[in-house]
């Protein structure tokens, strides 16, 4: 394996299966919804072809987290998810306690197939619950009730060692009262670890649509930072650490394949649409593949991958990358390591502003981290040290 300074960061794969049953109104990822059955054989192929692609693009690594997303990857038989894990441990040595994870929407049918999954090596399950009440889950666009979510949760519970959810919160009339006790309630019947997004308005969706002709109105400024004073609160006094901006654990069950990203590891990808990060003797390769799932199964069949854009990262780039996603945990980053990325040190000066403001603050380990009340200005605070 090549040396680079986030090479202890890990190596993870990242599956994507770009379908679902019905698109959000709220989802901006790249998922398609199909009227005819999906041809999961040809697709299953595809994908394993593009990893053997990736395995040659980057040869000798030891896998230490896989995560199957989408799209709702749970709409995968679970023979078509063993073949996907089998054509990964064929093209690389996985770590025996490698992480492997499955995206999963709660609805009943779905949830009989956990079983399925374990037995094809899944160890996690993350469940795109969203929300705890009726009305609100109708307004998601989501297919289940809050009943049906927590008996997946509970069925999963049954079938893995982790298990976490996904809530969206700052949703139109939400209160700060009402958002505690659904997220107490959660955390009352849930899991030891869970992904808590604010709803993000965005382009191309239809609640941008809404939102821009006035018929859908999001939570004004004051009371989304409630909304997240709240959500740091409840999750701290119940003992789910706030690793990331969005992620609240349990300690020990943070989801290592997605501190892959945020320390800045590599990762291959697979799948229509799927963006990676490798290092090669070029130096460290962004690159994204097709979104169209059918025109990426065609040029994987024609090529052996479908990757449409590639990219060499300078080391400006690959130093504000680092800023970017490390400074979204709550552990902070190593500015030894953004010199090695960047060629350059921190502005002590733009330093000393932020942590006079205490908006950053340094760790016993010579880590700088965003402290709580910098969280709320992430992106400021990033374009700042950047700068």
């Known amino acids: 394996m090549l040396d680079h300074p986030t090479r202890d960061a890990g190596f993870g794969v990242y599956v994507h299966w770009p379908f679902c049953a019905s698109k959000c109104p709220y989802c901006d990822f790249n998922s398609h919804v199909r009227r005819a059955p999906v041809d999961e054989a040809r697709f299953a192929r595809a994908l394993a072809r593009e990893i053997a692609h990736m395995a040659a693009l980057a040869p000798g690594r030891t896998v ?20 996907v894990l089998d054509a990964i441990a064929g093209a690389w040595s996985v770590a025996p306690d490698a992480e492997i994870t499955i995206e999963a929407n709660p609805t009943s049918v779905e949830a009989e197939r956990f079983r399925g999954y374990r037995a094809a090596g899944v160890n996690r399950v993350s469940l795109g619950v969203q929300a705890l009440v009726e009305a609100d889950l109708r307004a998601l666009g989501r297919m289940h009730t809050a009943d049906e979510a927590m008996a997946a949760v509970k069925l999963a519970a049954a079938s893995f060692e982790r298990v976490s959810f996904d809530l969206i919160y700052a949703r139109p009339g939400q209160t700060p009262a009402a958002w505690r006790a659904e997220l107490n309630e959660a955390i009352d019947r849930a899991a030891d670890h869970l992904s808590l997004y604010q709803l993000a308005i965005e382009p191309g969706t239809a609640f941008h649509a809404l939102h821009k002709a006035g018929k ?152 700088l981290a965003v402290t709580s009340e910098g969280f709320p200005l992430l992106d400021s605070v990033v374009a700042d040290l950047a700068a």
């Open 64 to 83: 230490t987290s896989i995560f199957l997303g989408g799209g709702t990857p749970s709409l995968m038989a679970p023979a078509t998810v063993g073949h």
């Open 216 to 367: 859908l109105l999001a939570p004004d400024p004051d009371t989304a930072r409630d909304l997240w004073d709240v959500t740091q609160d409840t999750c701290a006094t119940r003992g789910l650490h706030p690793y990331e901006v969005s992620n609240h654990a349990r300690p020990g069950a943070e989801c290592r394949h997605n501190l892959v990203y945020w320390r800045y590891g590599e990762y291959a990808v697979a799948g229509p649409g799927a963006h990676g990060r490798l290092v090669t003797a070029g130096g460290r390769i962004a690159f994204s593949t097709e979104r169209h799932p059918e025109t990426w199964a065609a040029r994987v069949e024609a090529d052996g991958h479908a990757i449409v854009e590639e990219e060499r990262l300078s080391a400006g780039a690959e130093g504000d990358e680092f800023l970017l996603m490390g400074l979204r945990l709550r552990e902070g980053i190593s500015p030894e390591r953004y010199r090695a990325l960047s060629g350059r040190s921190l502005d002590p000066r733009r330093v000393a502003s932020l942590l006079e403001a205490g908006f950053v603050e340094r760790r016993s380990n010579g880590h």
